[in-house]
C-alpha cells in the first residue's frame, strides 16, 4: 500500500478508502491513518479536529468506528500514560486500542456516548459530567501507586511558571519548558501589561495557591470541557482527551467549566457566608461538583470552601503557561483571544482578592491609576464604596475616575453624593458644574458654580469655571439674536495641540442641533488657508471662465461646483480628519462616518445671488412628515479668502432643518462674516443661499460633506464624481483618512464588477 497523502486516487484505488485527502492535515497524519488502518479496517476518514496541539479523525468501517489522535512532540509521553488510566478508570474512558508513543498516536475504540446538548436550559447534563468526574477523584485519591505513574503538580511553583511565560520572549527556553512567550500570541505590548499587572499581584495568587495544599491529590484531568466528555445511553458520563493529565488537588480543571476561575472564588466565599449564590450556571455546576467530592468522602466541606479557589487557580495558570509548548501552526489567533480572557480574569481575581482589605484596594487602585487602568481603578473603589458610601475621598476618586471611562452619569451621582457628605467643600460644586458644562448645560453650571462660591468665594477653580460660564452665556444670548448665528473661537492651544475642550465640544453639538449652523472660528492658520489658496488658484484655473463645463456642476450665475482631488494640500489629514472637528462630527453623525463629497464652489466676479435652497432633498417627501430627525450630513465650508458682504456671504436662515423649503424665505436670515482660518459647520438640512460676488476676486470656498455612512448624495453628482484622488494618494494616506473615503473605493469596485 502507498503511503496515503501521495494521491487521493491512488488511495481510493488500493483501499478503497473514501475520504478527501485534502483534510489530512500534514504527512505525519497521513501516516497515522496508515498505521490505524493495520489495526482496524477503515473505509472513511472524517477530521473532527486540528490545531497546533493535535488532530482527531473519525475511522469508520465494516467493524464500526474508532477514533485516532495525534499529539506533537512535547505531549507524545502521556499517551502511554492513558493505558494505565484506561485500566483504572475502565468504560469511563474509551477502550485503547493501539498507541505508538514515539510517533504520538493513540487509537481507541467508539466510546458509545453522545455529545453533550449544547442547548441544555437547566444544565442537567453539564452537572452530571461534574459530578462523576468529582466521583472519580474522590475514588483514585487514596491509590497512591497509581498516581505515582503521573506527573505532580508543583503548585509552589504555578504562579513563577505562569510569570515565566508572561516575560519569556517569542521563541525563549528556559528551565519552565517555556519555547514561546505570551507575547507570540498577544504581541509584544500586551505581554507586557500582562507582566507587569500580574506580577505586581503575584503574592494575592500565590497566597490563595497556598491553600489548595490542604487538599488530597489526585488524578487532574487538563481539559475538562464540555466537547471532552460524552454521555452514555445509560445515563453516564465519558471523558477522553486526557493529553495533558497530571495529579494534583482537586478543583485544577474546573477553570475550564465555569468560565475561569475568579466568578468561582467569589462564588465560594458566598457559600462559606451561607449567602445565596443566584442561578447562574456557574453557580449550579460548582455546587455539583463541590458536593459531589463531599459526599464521595474527598475532603469535608469547610476544606474544600477554603482551598478549592486555590486549586482553581493553580489550574488556570497552568493552562496558560502550556501555551508556551505552542508546537506551531494554525489557532494562533484563536489562542490569543482564550489567553486574553484567561490572563483578564486572573487579574479579576487578583482584584478581588485585594477588594477584601482596603489597604491593598487602595494600593492596587494606584497602581492602575498609573497604568491609565481607569476601569480596573474604578472597580476597586467601588468595592471599597460599597463598604463605606460616605467616604468623601473615596467618593472624590470614584467621581474622577468614572469621568475619565466617560460614565458621565456614575460621577454625576458620586459628586452629588460628595457635595451632600462635605457640604463645607466646594469641589464637589465645582466638579459638577465643569460636568454640567461638559453637556452644554450653561444654566446648570451657573446654578453648581453660585453654589461652589457660595461656600467658598476665593475658590479659583470655582472662579475659572465661572468665567467659562459667562463666555458660554454670552455665546447663547448672541445667537439667539435674530440677526447672529452660533459663533465659537478655538484658542491657539486648541489648534497647537490638535484637542477640542470637551464643553466647547458639547456646546457646538447643542447649537448646531438648535440652530443648523455653527461658525467656528480660528480652525487654521490664516497663513495656511492663504497658502491653500494659491494652491488652488494654481491648479484649478480652468475653472474660472463662466462656459459650460463636462466635470463641474453650475450651482448659480457665474457660480460652479467642482470636485476637489485629494492630495498633499487638499487632503492633508489634519484637514479633512481634523482632530478639532472630527469629535464634533462624530457626535452629530456617528462614529462610522463618511466623507460623502468634497468639492470647492467657485464664485466669480459680478456673480449674482443664487436662490434660497437646500442643499439636498429630504429624506422623505411625504406630506406631513415630520422633519425633526437627527441630521444625515454636514458640511464644514471651509472660504479661502475671506466671506463679507463684498466677496459674497453664504447666507442661511438658522433652524430651517426642521422646517420645509416653501416655509423658509418668510423667516430671519443671517449673513456671517468669515475671516481666514474660520469655517462654517452647516446642516445639509438648512436653508441658504450664496450671496453674488461684487470683489474683482475669484472666491473659492472648499465644501467637505460628511454624512451617515448609508446615506448618497443623489441630487448633485451627475456632472461629476463626489471624490477624487490625486495619483498613489490612497497608498499614503492615514488611516483615519481611509476610513471616511474607503466607500467610494468599494463602490467604484463594486460597480465595475
Known amino acids: 500500500m502507498p503511503p496515503l497523502g501521495m494521491a487521493s486516487s491512488a488511495a481510493k484505488a488500493d483501499t478503497g478508502l473514501e475520504m478527501d485527502m485534502k483534510e489530512i492535515a500534514d504527512w505525519?497524519?497521513?501516516?497515522?491513518?496508515?498505521?490505524?488502518?493495520?489495526?482496524?479496517?477503515?473505509?472513511?476518514?472524517?477530521?473532527?479536529?486540528?490545531?497546533?496541539?493535535?488532530?482527531?479523525?473519525?475511522?469508520?468501517?465494516?467493524?464500526?468506528?474508532?477514533?485516532?489522535?495525534?499529539?506533537?512532540?512535547?505531549?507524545?509521553?502521556?499517551?502511554?500514560r492513558f493505558q494505565a488510566i484506561a485500566n483504572r478508570l475502565g468504560d469511563r474512558v474509551p477502550r485503547v486500542l493501539a498507541i505508538e508513543p514515539l510517533s504520538g498516536w493513540i487509537l481507541t475504540a467508539d466510546h458509545g456516548g453522545r455529545d453533550l446538548d449544547s442547548s441544555d436550559e437547566d444544565d442537567s447534563e453539564m452537572l452530571i459530567v461534574l459530578r462523576e468526574f468529582a466521583g472519580i477523584q474522590a475514588q483514585v485519591a487514596d491509590s497512591l501507586d497509581f498516581l505515582s505513574g503521573f506527573d505532580a503538580?508543583?503548585?509552589?511553583?504555578?504562579?513563577?511558571?505562569?510569570?515565566?511565560?508572561?516575560?519569556?520572549?517569542?521563541?525563549?527556553?528556559?528551565?519552565?519548558?517555556?519555547?514561546?512567550?505570551?507575547?507570540?500570541?498577544?504581541?509584544?505590548?500586551?505581554?507586557?501589561?500582562?507582566?507587569?499587572?500580574?506580577g505586581a499581584r503575584s503574592g494575592l495568587l500565590e497566597n490563595l495557591v497556598r491553600e489548595s495544599s490542604a487538599l488530597p491529590v489526585t488524578l487532574a484531568h487538563g481539559d475538562l470541557q464540555r466537547w471532552n466528555a460524552s454521555l452514555r445511553s445509560d445515563g453516564r458520563a465519558v471523558f477522553m482527551d486526557w493529553d495533558e493529565v497530571s495529579v494534583g488537588p482537586a478543583g485544577m480543571c474546573l477553570h475550564g467549566v465555569l468560565g475561569g476561575c475568579a466568578t468561582a472564588n467569589v462564588l465560594l466565599a458566598r457559600m462559606a457566608d451561607s449567602r445565596p449564590l443566584g442561578e447562574a450556571p456557574v453557580a449550579r455546576r460548582l455546587e455539583a461538583y463541590l458536593t459531589a467530592l463531599v459526599e464521595s468522602g474527598?475532603?469535608?466541606?469547610?476544606?474544600?470552601?477554603?482551598?478549592?479557589?486555590?486549586?482553581?487557580?493553580?489550574?488556570?495558570?497552568?493552562?496558560?503557561?502550556?501555551?508556551?509548548?505552542?508546537?506551531?501552526?494554525?489557532?494562533?489567533?484563536?489562542?490569543?483571544?482564550?489567553?486574553?480572557?484567561?490572563?483578564?480574569?486572573?487579574?479579576?481575581?487578583?482584584?478581588?482578592?485585594?477588594?477584601?482589605?482596603?489597604?491593598?484596594?487602595?494600593?492596587?487602585?494606584?497602581?492602575?491609576?498609573?497604568?491609565?487602568?481607569?476601569?480596573?481603578?474604578?472597580?476597586?473603589?467601588?468595592?471599597?464604596?460599597?463598604?463605606d458610601s460616605q467616604d468623601s475621598a473615596l467618593l472624590e476618586r470614584y467621581g474622577r475616575l468614572s469621568v475619565l471611562i466617560g460614565d458621565i452619569a456614575a460621577a454625576e451621582e458620586a459628586y452629588r453624593d460628595l457635595a451632600s457628605t462635605s457640604p463645607a467643600d466646594p469641589a464637589a460644586r465645582v466638579a459638577l458644574a465643569r460636568l454640567a458644562l461638559g453637556r452644554a448645560d450653561v444654566a446648570e453650571a451657573s446654578f453648581e458654580v453660585r453654589k461652589a462660591l457660595e461656600i467658598d468665594a476665593s475658590c479659583d477653580s470655582a472662579r475659572q469655571i465661572r468665567a467659562r460660564v459667562e463666555m458660554f452665556s454670552a455665546l447663547e444670548q448672541a445667537a439667539r439674536s435674530p440677526d447672529a448665528i452660533p459663533r465659537i473661537a478655538l484658542s491657539e492651544s486648541e489648534r497647537e495641540s490638535g484637542h477640542l475642550e470637551p464643553d466647547k465640544q458639547a456646546m457646538i453639538a447643542r447649537m448646531f442641533g438648535e440652530y443648523g449652523v455653527v461658525q467656528i472660528d480660528g480652525l487654521f492658520s490664516a497663513e495656511r488657508i492663504k497658502r491653500m489658496e494659491k494652491s488652488f488658484l494654481r491648479q484649478y484655473c480652468d475653472y474660472f471662465e463662466d462656459v459650460d463645463y463636462s466635470d463641474a456642476l453650475k450651482v448659480g450665475d457665474k457660480r460652479y461646483m467642482l470636485t476637489m482631488a485629494l492630495d498633499d494640500d487638499f487632503g492633508a489629514e489634519d484637514f479633512v480628519s481634523s482632530p478639532l472637528v472630527m469629535p464634533v462630527i462624530r457626535q452629530l453623525l456617528g462614529d462610522e462616518c463618511i466623507l460623502s463629497a468634497y468639492t470647492a464652489v467657485v464664485s466669480q466676479p459680478g456673480s449674482d445671488d443664487q436662490p434660497l435652497h437646500k442643499?439636498?432633498?429630504?429624506?422623505?417627501?411625504?406630506?406631513?412628515?415630520?422633519?425633526?430627525?437627527?441630521?444625515?450630513?454636514?458640511?464644514?465650508?471651509?472660504?479661502?479668502?475671506?466671506?463679507?458682504?463684498?466677496?459674497?456671504?453664504?447666507?442661511?436662515?438658522?433652524?430651517?432643518?426642521?422646517?420645509?423649503?416653501?416655509?423658509?424665505?418668510?423667516?430671519?436670515?443671517?449673513?456671517?462674516?468669515?475671516?481666514?482660518?474660520?469655517?462654517?459647520?452647516?446642516?445639509?438640512?438648512?436653508?441658504?443661499?450664496?450671496?453674488?460676488?461684487?470683489?474683482?476676486?475669484?472666491?473659492?470656498?472648499?465644501?467637505?460633506?460628511?454624512?451617515?455612512?448609508?446615506?448618497?448624495?443623489?441630487?448633485?453628482?451627475?456632472?461629476?464624481?463626489?471624490?477624487?484622488?490625486?495619483?498613489?494618494?490612497?497608498?499614503?494616506?492615514?488611516?483615519?483618512?481611509?476610513?471616511?473615503?474607503?466607500w467610494w473605493v468599494l463602490e467604484k469596485s463594486a460597480a465595475v464588477r
Open 298 to 387: 474527598y475532603a469535608p466541606r469547610d476544606v474544600l470552601l477554603r482551598a478549592l479557589g486555590g486549586a482553581m487557580c493553580v489550574g488556570q495558570a497552568r493552562f496558560i503557561a502550556s501555551f508556551g509548548r505552542y508546537p506551531g501552526g494554525g489557532q494562533r489567533e484563536a489562542s490569543a483571544r482564550t489567553l486574553r480572557n484567561r490572563l483578564s480574569d486572573l487579574l479579576d481575581l487578583a482584584d478581588w482578592l485585594a477588594s477584601r482589605h482596603t489597604d491593598d484596594a487602595l494600593r492596587y487602585a494606584d497602581d492602575y491609576e498609573d497604568g491609565q487602568e481607569w476601569v480596573r481603578a474604578r472597580n476597586l473603589i467601588q468595592d471599597q464604596l460599597a463598604r
Open 615 to 742: 442643499d439636498h432633498s429630504a429624506l422623505f417627501e411625504e406630506i406631513g412628515w415630520p422633519l425633526e430627525h437627527p441630521a444625515f450630513a454636514a458640511q464644514v465650508i471651509v472660504p479661502l479668502i475671506p466671506l463679507d458682504a463684498v466677496t459674497g456671504a453664504t447666507r442661511v436662515i438658522k433652524g430651517s432643518q426642521r422646517v420645509p423649503l416653501y416655509e423658509t424665505d418668510s423667516l430671519p436670515h443671517q449673513d456671517p462674516v468669515v475671516p481666514l482660518g474660520s469655517c462654517l459647520l452647516i446642516d445639509y438640512a438648512v436653508s441658504h443661499y450664496g450671496i453674488g460676488n461684487r470683489s474683482e476676486r475669484i472666491r473659492p470656498i472648499l465644501n467637505l460633506v460628511y454624512s451617515r455612512p448609508w446615506f448618497r448624495d443623489c441630487r448633485n453628482y451627475h456632472k461629476q464624481p463626489p471624490l477624487r484622488f490625486s495619483p498613489e494618494y490612497l497608498d499614503a494616506a492615514p488611516e483615519q483618512v481611509r476610513k471616511l473615503v474607503n
Open 28 to 80: 505525519q497524519d497521513a501516516s497515522a491513518i496508515e498505521w490505524a488502518m493495520r489495526v482496524i479496517a477503515v473505509d472513511e476518514v472524517e477530521q473532527i479536529s486540528h490545531s497546533g496541539w493535535a488532530a482527531t479523525y473519525r475511522l469508520s468501517g465494516p467493524d464500526g468506528v474508532g477514533y485516532l489522535k495525534t499529539v506533537p512532540y512535547n505531549q507524545r509521553s502521556q499517551l502511554a
Open 153 to 198: 503538580v508543583d503548585t509552589a511553583r504555578t504562579i513563577s511558571d505562569l510569570l515565566a511565560f508572561l516575560d519569556a520572549a517569542r521563541d525563549a527556553s528556559d528551565d519552565s519548558q517555556v519555547d514561546v512567550g505570551v507575547a507570540y500570541f498577544v504581541g509584544e505590548a500586551d505581554a507586557r501589561r500582562y507582566s507587569r499587572l500580574l
